[in-house]
Structure formats: C-alpha cells, structure tokens
C-alpha cells in the first residue's frame, strides 16, 4: 500500500462526499489528556455524560487492537437561522443551541462515516476501522486537536480557522499508518472574552469548565434546576452557546453547506406554552429527530416552564396550575409551583396553598412553600 497516495485519494474523496475538514493523528496514548481526565473527576467537574473509563478514552490500541492512525473530520453548521420567529408578548419562544438545529448531527457524521469507511475498504478489504461521534469512548476534540482540525479554545471548543467552533467532529481509528499531520497553533492569545461572558461562571478558567455549573449540561439534566441557574438559564430549552457566540473567532461565520442542518425555525424555536401540553408522542413527531431530543421530554417541558417565569408570562398560569395539579412528575408539578410564585399574580396564592394540603412529594412541597413565599412578597409591593 502506498500510503501517502492513499491519504491524498481518501482526502479527496473526503471533499466530494462534503466533508468540511479532515486530519490525521497517531493512535499513541493521549497522555495529557489522561491527566486531565483524572484531574476533572476529582474536582467533580465532569457531567457524566462522558464514558467514565479513563484508559479506554485515552488509549485508542484497548478500542482497536493494532490502531496506528486516528481520521478526525469536521462537519460546518449554521450559526445564523433565516427568518426566525419573533418571540412575542403573547407567544414566548424558548431556543434550542445551534448544535441541535436540523438534523441529529450523530446521523449525518455517521453517514459521512460509513462513507469513509466504504472508501477505505473498497481498497484495501483488510482495514480494520472503527468509527465513533460523541458517544464514542474518545474526546472527539482531543483527537481533532491532534489531527490539526483546530485549536483547543479557552471556551474548550475546537476552533477551526475556516469555520469557527461551529463544527460537529467524529473520528476513525484505524489499522493503516497514515502519516499524522501537524496541531495547528493556539489562536486565543490573551482573549479572554468567553470566560469572561460565562453567565455562570462555569469556565473556571480558560479551558477548563465545570460541568456542574454550565447551562449546557444543566439543560440536560432531569431532576430539579438548583435555584441560583433558574434565573441564568433564561429561554434556553436545551444547550448554550454564549461562550461561542462572543467568540471572535466566530465572528462572520455562518456556514450553510448540509441541507439537513437547516433549522426548521419553529422548532429550534418553538412556542413554549404548547410545549406544556404535548404528549409524548407530539414531542417525538416534532422535535425526535433533533440532538437536542435525547433526554427526552421531561427536561425540555421543565426548562420551558423556568422560561416562561423568566418572561412572567401571567397567559401560562392556567396552564401551570393545571401541570400543578395533574402531572404525574414531580419535577414538573414542582417547577410549576415555583412558576407560579416567580410570575408574581397574587391571586394564585390560593392555588398554591391548596395545592399544598394535596401534596405528598417532600421536593414539591419544598417547590410550592418557594412559591408562596414569591407570592407573599409581591402582596407587600
Ligand atoms: C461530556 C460532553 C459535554 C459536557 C462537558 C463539556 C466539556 N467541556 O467537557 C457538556 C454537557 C457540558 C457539554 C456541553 C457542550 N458540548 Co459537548 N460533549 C461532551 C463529550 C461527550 C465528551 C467531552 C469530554 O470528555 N470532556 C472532558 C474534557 C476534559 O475533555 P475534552 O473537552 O474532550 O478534551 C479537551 C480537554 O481535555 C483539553 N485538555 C486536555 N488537557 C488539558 C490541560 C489543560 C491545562 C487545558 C487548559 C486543557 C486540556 O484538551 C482536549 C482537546 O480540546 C464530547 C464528545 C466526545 N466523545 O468527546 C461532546 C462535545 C465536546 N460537545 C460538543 C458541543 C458542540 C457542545 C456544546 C457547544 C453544545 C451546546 N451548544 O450546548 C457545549 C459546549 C460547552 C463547553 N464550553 O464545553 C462538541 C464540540 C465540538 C467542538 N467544535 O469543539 C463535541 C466534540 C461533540 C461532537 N462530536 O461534535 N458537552
Ligand atoms: S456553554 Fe454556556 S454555561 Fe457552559 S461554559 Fe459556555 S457560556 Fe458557560
Ligand atoms: S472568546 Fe477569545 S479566549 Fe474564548 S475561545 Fe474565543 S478567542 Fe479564545
């Protein structure tokens, strides 16, 4: 096999088949990566998303025996949406981050994947490939960043030059020694302005994030928001990209190259009072084909409801009471209660307090005696 012609050929087919970027990596041990990963976990700042065996995720040989090689390639995707729909006094939207418009990216990084894979095998039927895109044991952004697809930000994004930090990245390991190519150099310099414009503090510092604390991660989770990111959390129903969208490396970049990462803008940004009533099968009709789906629609109906405290949107209230009253989840009747308090019309401390005598879940009432307390305040006003 001659390699380096073959490395040209797979880039240039990698072109037709639209992919953005391609690099290659060695499949050695990422060693700092390792440290890292220890470090983060005693801290306690990883989210618990990421595959929690530490060898596995630095040590490409335990996932493919023989690996020599990583293919690290990058997907563009849209950062402005045509047309979006005004959110309005009588129809509040809430916003899905850029990486769950269009499309679920895992389905079109897979596709490119299998292409790649197609590719390879076509010539050389021996290869041994395995493929994976984020929910795969490797830091997808650890092999791009060695395989030169960009830079590690202090918003801990890889940063392309061409197309910013708006890219999806999936990899290859595979049995063939292509030649690896060169980590682009870091581009923040003494930027700081992503750390700086975390609305919770959650990059603790260039670089490093505490999961704990970023909207993106609490965007996902499914009990109860904590108190201190309610306010913070604003409309976001699921993601943030604040910390991308002060980027100036970012600035300009809007790439619309994948007609499926097109957003459909009524579902990147939908009306968050029908999103209170949707059963599940309506939520898998409309947003199951979204990333964005895949805690399904408990945290997405929660976060709706802090949204609509945040807008104190008075039209919701029967709606809250009803969720109060009715739905079988407690984080969700709990939310509700505290809604309720937060947008502040007196007349629901009733609703609150009869609701209180009802209530057995100890979590909720905790909810509901928050709501009261909102709505005592305001009596005073
Ligand atoms: C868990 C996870 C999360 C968690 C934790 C994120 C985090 N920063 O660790 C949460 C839920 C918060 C999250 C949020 C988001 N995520 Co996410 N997430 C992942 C996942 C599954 C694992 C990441 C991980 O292992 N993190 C642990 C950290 C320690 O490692 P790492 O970031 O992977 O690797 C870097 C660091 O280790 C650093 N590093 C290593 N050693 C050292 C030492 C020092 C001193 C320093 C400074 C740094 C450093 O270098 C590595 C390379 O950059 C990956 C997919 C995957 N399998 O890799 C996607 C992934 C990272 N997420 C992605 C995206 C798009 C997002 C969001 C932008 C989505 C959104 N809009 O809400 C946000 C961004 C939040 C942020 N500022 O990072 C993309 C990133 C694409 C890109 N261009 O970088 C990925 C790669 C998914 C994909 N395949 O496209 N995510
Ligand atoms: S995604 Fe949002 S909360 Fe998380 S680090 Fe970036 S700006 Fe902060
Ligand atoms: S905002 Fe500045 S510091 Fe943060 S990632 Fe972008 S260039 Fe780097």
């Known amino acids: 096999m001659n390699v380096t012609l073959f490395k040209k050929e797979l880039i240039n087919y990698s072109k037709e088949i639209k992919i953005n970027k391609i690099g290659f990596a060695s499949a050695n041990t990422f060693e700092t990566l390792k440290q890292r990963l220890i470090d983060q976990k005693e801290l306690g700042y990883q989210s618990g998303f990421e595959e929690s065996d530490i060898k596995k995720r630095t040590t490409p040989q335990?996932?493919?025996?023989?690996?020599?090689?990583?293919?690290?390639?990058?997907?563009?995707?849209?950062?402005?949406?045509?047309?979006?729909p005004r959110s309005t006094k009588d129809d509040r939207r809430g916003i899905f981050c850029r990486a769950?418009?269009?499309?679920?990216?895992h389905l079109l990084l897979r596709e490119k994947m299998n292409l790649i894979e197609a590719f390879i095998k076509d010539k050389y039927p021996e290869?041994?490939?395995?493929?994976?895109?984020?929910?795969?044991?490797?830091?997808?952004?650890?092999?791009?960043?060695?395989?030169?697809?960009?830079?590690?930000?202090?918003?801990?994004?890889?940063?392309?030059?061409?197309?910013?930090?708006?890219?999806?990245?999936?990899?290859?390991?595979?049995?063939i020694p292509f030649e690896p190519d060169q980590p682009i150099e870091e581009g923040c310099g003494t930027c700081n302005k992503c750390v700086d414009a975390c609305p919770t503090s959650a990059l603790v510092q260039g670089g490093q994030l505490d999961s704990?604390?970023?909207?993106?991660?609490?965007?996902?989770?499914?009990?109860?928001?904590?108190?201190?990111?309610?306010?913070?959390?604003?409309?976001?129903?699921?993601g943030c990209d604040t910390c991308q969208t002060v980027c100036p490396e970012n600035r300009g970049k809007d790439f619309h190259f994948h007609v499926e990462m097109e957003p459909d803008p009524k579902i990147a940004k939908p009306s968050l009072k029908p999103l209170l009533t949707m059963s599940n099968r309506e939520f898998k009709e409309k947003f199951?084909?979204?990333?964005?789906s895949w805690r399904g629609k408990k945290?997405?109906?929660?976060n709706?409801?802090?949204?609509?405290?945040?807008?104190?949107?008075?039209?919701?209230?029967?709606?809250?009471?009803?969720l109060l009253n009715d739905d079988p989840r407690p984080v969700i009747r709990g939310t509700a209660a505290w809604a309720i308090g937060k947008i502040g019309q007196k007349d629901y401390l009733a609703v609150l307090e009869k609701r209180l005598e009802l209530e057995e879940d100890q979590e909720v009432r905790n909810e509901i005696q928050k709501g009261i307390q909102l709505l005592e305040a305001c009596k005073g006003e």
């Open 62 to 84: 335990l996932l493919l025996p023989k690996a020599r090689s990583i293919i690290s390639i990058a997907l563009a995707y849209p950062s402005k949406m045509k047309k979006p």
């Open 212 to 238: 704990s604390k970023c909207i993106a991660f609490l965007t996902q989770t499914k009990g109860f928001l904590p108190d201190q990111y309610r306010k913070k959390i604003g409309n976001r129903l699921y």
């Open 288 to 292: 199951g084909h979204v990333s964005g």
């Open 299 to 302: 945290p997405i109906q929660r």
């Open 127 to 175: 290869a041994k490939i395995l493929s994976m895109v984020d929910t795969g044991e490797l830091s997808d952004r650890a092999v791009a960043e060695r395989a030169g697809i960009g830079w590690s930000g202090k918003n801990c994004a890889i940063i392309t030059p061409e197309f910013g930090s708006y890219v999806y990245l999936g990899e290859l390991i595979t049995n």
């Open 304 to 322: 709706a409801i802090i949204a609509l405290a945040h807008f104190k949107d008075e039209a919701s209230l029967p709606i809250l009471e009803k």
């Open 100 to 105: 769950s418009w269009g499309k679920d990216y």
